[in-house]
């Protein structure tokens, strides 16, 4: 079992920025390949960014392509999102994920979100 911890989330203006965090717990964090998705409003969820349990591999949504970065530190058993460039359509509730299987588009683990609200 693994439990997941995100922060970071909180109001910010257009064209600025945001750092997420994900603290996780439980069983050993660098077993697994860590995800990050979003959900607005009447919309499905939608994937964003994955890394590998090393590191090493990384991939993104088109939609946050050359704005967000995924990155990790399994020594804090910590995954981060920086979000830059922010728009108004970026406004969601923003899940981490996590999974033993970094190619697998299900995962296994999630935490219970932190809100994004970008003004215009």
């Known amino acids: 079992q693994v439990q997941l911890v995100e922060s970071g989330g909180g109001l910010v203006q257009a064209g600025g920025s945001l750092r997420l965090s994900c603290a996780a717990s439980?069983?050993?964090?660098?077993?697994?390949?860590m995800g990050w998705f979003r959900q607005a409003p009447g919309k499905e969820r939608e994937f964003l960014a994955a890394?590998?349990?090393?590191?090493?591999?990384?991939k993104y949504a088109d939609s946050v392509k050359g704005r967000f970065t995924i990155s990790r530190d399994n020594g804090q058993n910590t995954v981060y999102l920086r979000m830059n460039s922010l728009k108004p359509e970026d406004t969601a509730v923003y899940y981490c994920?996590?999974?033993?299987?970094?190619?697998?588009?299900?995962?296994?683990?999630w935490g219970q979100g932190t809100q994004v609200t970008v003004s215009s």
């Open positions: 890394i590998s349990w090393s590191g090493g591999l990384t």
């Open positions: 439980g069983r050993t964090f660098s077993y697994y390949a």
């Open positions: 994920a996590a999974d033993s299987d970094y190619s697998s588009s299900w995962y296994a683990y």
